[in-house]
Every structure is written in structure tokens, then in C-alpha cells.
């Protein structure tokens, strides 16, 4: 396990639905991130926080909601989502943004939406 | 901005022998080189990493390689194993926590 866990393993919704996808790290870490992975694609850097603050929206559409409480937990909250919204989205973690730290991955969320 | 090729996009290798992969980078600014390994059902785990710094680093059979000069980077796995079988990608950082990843590569390890 590399400390980084992340919550629903699976989820599936309907355009029309809300849901969160949770993330926890028990590193100690100070910055946490969204990534979505599509197949065939690289992983895209969505959102990053460093000690709770958001420092990088990578473009990406606001049907898609972060949340970071603290620097333990991050969350993603999703609404009327679209059929292409569907993928893997991993969590990580690092020490910080201060430069180029380890990464830790969760297992990540794998969303279908119907 | 940064761009990161990778190739090959799969491969098959016997077991016990050597695979390589390699990655070409777009920014002479980026200096650290991490590679990760995604199993089925799980998330990229960092293997090993590489800084501009040096040229080769090693952990037991992973090894990698970098060309400053030619803008490129290798992952070398000797010996393989059933257990190497995965996805491996590859990535480059300015020194920032902006990583851009490769687009993987799918081993197989046959027994």
C-alpha cells in the first residue's frame, strides 16, 4: 500500500446524478492531487492543492468540484457529468510543490457514466 | 510546454530477458525523471527516478539511463520476471510538481 487510499473503488452515475469521490493520505504530505486517466491517453493533471490551497486548475470543466479540508483529505465532487467524463481518477500526494517530489498514487476511482 | 514521447506502446519479452523503453523529451529545462509501474486494478507506484545530475542509476534489475544531450531517457528490467507484467510510464518535471507523463507501456512477461 503506498498510504494513499481512495474511496468508492468503483461508481457508477447517471448524467444527471452528484456524487464525491474521496481521498485520504496518511504520509503526512502537504499537497494532494486529481489526475484522470483514459485509456490511451496520458494521465491529465486536473486539480493541485499545497497546505489546503488550490494552486492549479488545469482547465478542466466545473462540473467537476475539488475540496481539500486539510491536507489529509481531498475530495471531487461530480455533477451532471458527461459519457466522456468517464475514466480512473487517481489521487496523489507529495511533500509539497516546492519542487519536483515523489508522487504517491492511490488506487484511484474507476467512474462510468451512463 | 513539455511533451514526452514513449515508446514502444507494448511489448512482450521471454522471461529472463532484458526489456527496455524508451522516453524522449521536449524541454531542456526539465531535470527530474520519474518512472512509474501501474498493475492491473492499481495506481502508479514509483519505481525508480532519475535527476539531470547523473547520468545512470540502478536498483537491483530496474535501471535508467539519461541523454541530456539527445533528450531522452530509458528504463532498463534485466532478468524479467512474470511479476514485471504491467504498465510502465514514464515522466518529466521542470523541477516542478507538474509531472507530464508518457503515454505507458503495456509489458508482458511471457513464462
Known amino acids: 500500500e503506498t498510504g494513499v487510499t481512495q474511496t468508492p473503488r468503483h461508481l457508477v452515475m447517471g448524467m444527471t446524478n452528484k456524487k464525491s469521490l474521496k481521498c485520504e493520505q496518511h504520509?503526512?504530505?502537504?499537497?494532494m492531487y486529481w489526475y484522470k486517466q483514459s485509456a490511451k491517453k496520458p494521465l491529465e493533471l486536473m486539480f493541485v492543492?499545497?497546505?489546503?490551497?488550490?494552486?492549479e486548475n488545469n482547465s478542466v470543466p466545473s462540473r467537476f468540484s475539488p475540496e481539500c479540508p486539510n491536507s489529509s483529505h481531498l475530495f471531487l465532487h461530480l455533477h451532471t457529468l458527461q459519457p466522456e467524463d468517464s475514466a480512473l481518477y487517481l489521487c496523489?500526494?507529495?511533500?509539497?510543490?516546492?519542487?519536483?517530489?515523489?508522487?504517491?498514487f492511490g488506487p484511484g476511482t474507476r467512474l462510468t457514466v451512463t | 510546454g513539455e511533451n514526452v514521447e514513449q515508446h514502444p506502446s507494448t511489448l512482450s519479452v521471454q522471461e529472463g530477458d532484458s526489456a527496455v523503453i524508451k522516453c524522449t523529451y521536449s524541454d531542456s529545462a526539465s531535470n527530474y525523471f520519474p518512472w512509474y509501474k501501474q498493475e492491473l486494478g492499481k495506481g502508479p507506484q514509483l519505481i525508480i527516478d532519475i535527476r539531470s545530475n547523473v547520468g545512470e542509476k540502478k536498483d537491483q534489475r530496474i535501471a535508467v539511463t539519461l541523454n541530456k544531450t539527445a533528450k531522452h531517457f530509458s528504463l532498463h528490467i534485466t532478468e524479467t520476471q512474470p511479476e514485471d507484467s504491467a504498465v510502465y510510464f514514464c515522466?518529466?518535471?521542470?523541477?516542478?510538481?507538474?509531472?507530464?507523463f508518457g503515454s505507458g507501456t503495456r509489458l508482458l512477461v511471457r513464462p
Open positions: 492543492y499545497n497546505f489546503k490551497e488550490q494552486t
Open positions: 504520509l503526512g504530505h502537504n499537497a
Open positions: 515522466a518529466g518535471s521542470d523541477s516542478s510538481y507538474k509531472l507530464i
Open positions: 496523489a500526494s507529495s511533500q509539497s510543490t516546492g519542487g519536483a517530489y515523489e508522487q504517491y
